[in-house]
C-alpha cells in the first residue's frame, strides 16, 4: 500500500540554520512528490513539487527538495531558516490513475529558535 | 491571490446530527476534493468530485457521507448522521487540472461531535 513516513515528528532549529526535513514514501510506480507547509489557521500551502525530470525541485520561500529513487526519499531543504517558516511540514505521494490523490505523512513540526 | 474558503471555521453538533461543510473553490478550478484530518493522525483522502460526480472515494468516505456541487460556486460535505470519530478537520482543496495539477487547500472546518 502506498504510504508516506516522515520520521521526525519535532524538529527545532536555530534561527539561520540549515534545514532538512526527511521523507520517505512507499509506492509502485513513478511518485508524484509534494510538500505542503501549514501555519497555525491557515490551509497546507503547496511548497513544491516533483512529477519527472531534474530531482532538485525549487520551491517557494527558499526551499528545494530532492528526488532519490534509490532511497525512496524526497527530503525538504533550506540553506537558511528563518523565524516565519516555523510551522507543521508535510509530505505528500500524489496516487492513483492521475496521481490526485494524495497520500500525506503526518507531519513534521518546525519550531525556530532566536 | 485566488484561495480557497470554508464555513464555518468551527461546528459542534450532537451525535446523530446531520452537518454540512461548506466549501468555495477556487473559481476556474474544476477538480475538488475533501481530506480530513482526524486530531493526531495524518491527513486522509476522503473525496475527489469531477464534473458533477465523484471520481475516486476511499473507504471512509461511507453511505454516511455526500459531497455536491448546488450551483456555480459552493461544493459541499454533508454527513447524515454523525459519530463521535467523525470529529476532525476538514479539509476542502480543489485543482485546475487533474493529475498534474497543485491542489490547492482551504483552511479547514474543525469538526466537533458531542
Known amino acids: 500500500a502506498q504510504s508516506v513516513t516522515q520520521p521526525d515528528i519535532h524538529i527545532t532549529v536555530s534561527e539561520g540554520a540549515s534545514l532538512e526535513l526527511r521523507c520517505n514514501y512507499s509506492?509502485?510506480?513513478?511518485?508524484?512528490l509534494f510538500w505542503y507547509v501549514q501555519s497555525p489557521g491557515q490551509g497546507l500551502q503547496l511548497l513544491l513539487k516533483?512529477?519527472?525530470?531534474?530531482?532538485l525541485v525549487q520551491g517557494i520561500k527558499g526551499f528545494e527538495a530532492e528526488f532519490k529513487r534509490s532511497q525512496s526519499s524526497f527530503n525538504l531543504r533550506k540553506p537558511s531558516v528563518h523565524w516565519s517558516d516555523a510551522a507543521e511540514y508535510f509530505c505528500a505521494v500524489g496516487v492513483g490513475e492521475y496521481g490526485n490523490k494524495l497520500v500525506f505523512g503526518a507531519g513534521t513540526i518546525l519550531r525556530v529558535k532566536s | 491571490e485566488p484561495e480557497v474558503t470554508q464555513t464555518p471555521s468551527h461546528q459542534v453538533t450532537q451525535m446523530g446530527q446531520e452537518v454540512i461543510l461548506r466549501c468555495v473553490p477556487i473559481s476556474n478550478h474544476l477538480y475538488f476534493y475533501w481530506y480530513r484530518q482526524i486530531l493526531g493522525q495524518k491527513v486522509e483522502f476522503l473525496v475527489s468530485?469531477?464534473?458533477?460526480?465523484?471520481?475516486?472515494k476511499s473507504e471512509i468516505f461511507d453511505d454516511q457521507f455526500s459531497v455536491e456541487r448546488p450551483d456555480g460556486s459552493n461544493f459541499t460535505l454533508k454527513i447524515r448522521s454523525t459519530k463521535l470519530e467523525d470529529s476532525a478537520m476538514y479539509f476542502c482543496a480543489s485543482s485546475a487540472d487533474q493529475g498534474w495539477g497543485t491542489q490547492y487547500f482551504g483552511p479547514g472546518t474543525r469538526l466537533l461531535v458531542l
Open positions: 509506492y509502485g510506480a513513478t511518485p508524484y
Open positions: 468530485f469531477y464534473n458533477n460526480e465523484i471520481s475516486e
Open positions: 516533483y512529477f519527472s525530470g531534474d530531482t
